[in-house]
Nanobody
């Protein structure tokens, strides 16, 4: 079965950085659109950043200029570099994948907690 396994979450101070990784298996990674979502307590899950199979990227306005999404097709892994972290970035971060254009998740990872202390 499809597996998306996130890692790299943790506790960091305001202004710090973290890099999340999502290792995929049992999908055709090179033709998959990959994305990172997050969900804070009491809030809806929201798209943070996405990267298409061709490498085009899309970011939420709240993270533009601070977060960078990238992918390594050889390693079948997608990354989220998070810089200048703020307390409002605190959430569970989920990796997703789908075939085709756009970001309409077909598969989800289990999530990784990111906590930014003030």
């Amino acid at each position: 079965q499809v597996q998306l396994v996130e890692s790299g979450g943790g506790l960091v101070q305001t202004g710090g950085s973290l890099r999340l990784s999502c290792a995929a298996s049992r999908i055709i990674f090179r033709i998959s659109s990959m994305a990172w979502y997050r969900q804070a307590p009491g809030k809806q899950r929201e798209l943070v950043a996405g990267i298409s199979s061709s490498g085009s990227t899309n970011y939420a306005d709240t993270v533009k200029g601070r977060f960078i999404i990238s992918r390594d097709n050889a390693r079948e892994t997608v990354y989220l570099e998070m810089n200048s972290l703020k307390p409002e970035d605190t959430a569970v971060y989920y990796c997703s994948s789908n075939y085709g254009s756009g970001f309409t998740p077909q598969y989800w990872g289990q999530g990784t907690q990111v906590t930014v202390s003030s």
